[in-house]
């Protein structure tokens, strides 16, 4: 018979997927005699971990409390590392080695998800495994052929803002991620959009938890049509129904573009993917149009046959500064802003749950 404490830990990269793996445990649990409990301030100071079974958590806050006796691990039979391959990069090690230092059950078995994991990954992984077994569900780090992908030119960097307008104008069927590659940028395309009188919202680290929450729970609700977002919640969230990605800044590696795409075509369901590129992203364009190939989709054989970049180098380029800054984004005159507010009406926001909606998009109804 097993003591009273915590018997199995899933650790995962961000806020957001440990509260959605809160919320899968939560319809999965009754009936089984088993708590559980995701660490967080509030929980970390109030709860008794001897009475939770599974402890939800990110590793900075665990290896803490666990380093400070607060929490004891010594019992854990089961721990799961979610998105593993985010979790061993750099910055994250010296917690996972502390969170494994604190498991130290003879008999504990240890498990990695991800939908990606590159060869040195899995090599870091592997000394922390013992005998380990690799199963592969598809062909590895490819994208999913669920998922109708296309590469959009759209010029220059202006472009961007005048095709996402056009594809809002045309009628993509919501719900609608937009990927970015800062929260400046997040925050300014958020803005236009809502100007525009789209049902949008933003999301990324630099958020508080609140309002980060407030974001995620209106677009599952349907309350937000579009969501822009860094790289935050490209990583296993499960956003039921999402018909549209919309990668407007270029993914810099592949993985990163797996993880971004997979958030439509799950479960059965068919999703579309929108890629921008501008006449700078040519660098890193063969390896994506590479995978839009191998999952079927059709892309003109001059991109797969581009002179291929080396990783480090494209990880080398970044936008410029005023670009990151989102300042190259924004097209809204103060006069523009001024008409918006008088056109929402007095005491209305022109904010994304307040709004008609755009003519494109306000066709569609709900989902």
């Known amino acids: 018979m097993w003591p009273d404490a915590v018997k ?46 599974v402890l939800l958590a990110n590793p900075l806050r665990l290896a803490t409390l666990a380093d400070e006796g607060r929490i004891d691990l010594s019992h ?53 495994l013992v005998e380990p077994l690799r199963v592969t569900v598809g062909m590895r780090n490819t994208a999913v052929n669920t998922v109708d992908q296309r590469l959009l030119f759209v010029g220059r960097e202006n472009g961007k803002l005048l095709a996402l307008r056009q594809l809002l104008t045309e009628g ?27 049902r949008a919202d933003s999301l990324s680290a630099s958020q508080s938890m609140a309002a980060r929450t407030a974001a995620v729970d209106n677009f599952r609700s349907g309350r937000t049509w579009v969501l822009v ?45 929108v890629t921008f590129f501008t006449e700078e992203d040519k660098p890193v364009l063969r390896p994506v149009a590479n995978l839009i190939r191998e999952s079927g989709g059709n892309v003109p054989d001059w991109m797969t046959k581009m002179k291929k970049v080396r990783a480090k180098d494209r990880k080398k380029m970044k936008l410029s500064e005023k670009e990151a800054s989102g300042s190259t984004i924004s097209t809204q005159t103060k006069e523009g802003k001024q008409k918006a507010k008088k056109r929402a009406g007095p005491g209305e926001r022109t904010g994304p749950t307040k709004r008609t909606g755009h003519r494109g998009l306000a066709n569609l109804g709900g989902f």
């Open 8 to 53: 199995a830990v899933i650790l995962s990269p961000s806020h957001e997927l440990t509260a959605q793996q809160g919320r899968v445990l939560k319809q999965l649990l009754p009936g089984s005699n088993l708590k559980a409990s995701i660490l967080t301030r509030s929980t970390a100071a109030g709860t008794n971990f001897s009475k939770v079974d």
């Open 76 to 128: 854990v039979r089961y721990l799961v590392l979610d998105e593993a391959d985010k979790l061993f990069e750099m910055g994250f090690v010296e917690q996972i080695d502390a969170v494994l230092s604190a498991c130290k059950h003879k008999s504990i078995v240890r498990a990695l998800f991800s939908a990606t994991l590159p060869e040195k990954v899995e090599e870091l992984a592997r000394t922390v």
């Open 172 to 198: 993509l069927k919501p719900p609608v991620l937009v990927f970015v590659a800062t929260k400046d940028r997040a925050r300014a395309l958020h803005k236009e959009l809502m100007y525009d009188g789209v």
């Open 229 to 273: 977002s860094t790289d935050l919640i490209g990583r296993g969230m499960d956003f039921v129904g999402v018909n549209t990605v919309i990668n407007y800044d270029m993914p810099t590696t592949t993985t990163d573009y797996i993880h971004r795409i997979g958030r439509t075509g799950r479960a059965g369901h068919t999703g579309t993917a």
